[in-house]
């Protein structure tokens, strides 16, 4: 079966530090992969979408990027705060999107 | 404000009750879908819409019923809740076409006694 698989470990870093969160997947390669963030009580909300053919997309601190060779799609949030503190879920289309179970992401200032 | 709403936030039901969980989206999306959450697990798919009048399973379609009423809403019925169906429920509309990304709702935290 088609899995998609973040790290569970919640990622601790510090104020204006650049957290990397890692998103792998199984068998083929989706046409796309997106990011979402997750604050408590609440629904995802979209952040950005990166295609197959690109290798890497960014949108003012965030950057993603897509390895069809290594099946793996990184996300940076640089220079980060407090405010940033949040799950992150990678989805891969497949069809319709497949989750990952997400990463909490904790800055401390 | 343009997005998804869902009803209700919050419900408790005992074992073998039914119920209805709402969506309504104003975005003009042609795509609606049903999500649980559960602690460590990713969402999971229960049922979509790919657009009025088509419904489809997802993952885990057992024990759920869909209706798409009309292009704005898109209803979850449990016919006999399980303790096994507590979970967040989310519900999320979206663009037919590739890259963009799904809006949701703020959820229903559903708990089956």
């Known amino acids: 079966s088609q899995k998609i698989e973040q790290n569970s470990e919640a990622l601790n870093i510090q104020e204006g530090k650049t957290a990397t969160l890692t998103c792998n997947y199984t068998?083929?390669?989706?046409?796309?992969l997106q990011w979402y963030r997750q604050d408590p009580g609440r629904g995802p909300v979209f952040l950005l979408l990166?295609?197959?053919?690109?290798k890497e997309k960014r949108k003012e601190r965030l950057k993603v990027t897509f390895d069809t060779t290594l099946k793996q799609s990184l996300f940076h949030i640089t220079a980060s705060q407090p405010a940033d503190s949040a799950t992150y879920l990678c989805?891969?289309?497949?069809?319709?999107?497949?989750f990952g179970a997400g990463t909490q992401v904790v800055v401390t200032p | 404000n343009a997005g998804v709403t869902q009803t209700p936030k919050f419900q408790v039901l005992k074992t073998g009750q039914s119920m209805t969980l709402q969506c309504a989206q104003d975005?003009?999306?042609?795509?609606m879908y049903w999500y649980r959450q559960d602690p460590g697990m990713g969402l999971r798919l229960i049922y979509y819409?790919?657009?009025?009048?088509?419904?489809d399973k997802g993952e885990v379609p057992n024990g759920y019923n869909v209706s798409r009423l009309n292009k704005r809403e898109f209803s979850l019925r449990l016919e006999s809740a399980a303790p096994s169906q507590t979970s967040v429920y989310f519900c999320?509309?979206?663009?037919?076409?590739?890259?963009?990304?799904?809006?949701f709702g703020s959820g229903t935290r559903l708990t089956v006694v």
């Open positions: 989805a891969r289309s497949w069809g319709k999107l497949q």
């Open positions: 068998n083929y390669s989706p046409a796309y």
């Open positions: 990166i295609r197959e053919n690109e």
């Open positions: 999320a509309s979206s663009e037919v076409l590739a890259g963009r990304g799904y809006t």
């Open positions: 975005m003009n999306h042609n795509s």
């Open positions: 819409s790919a657009s009025e009048g088509t419904t």
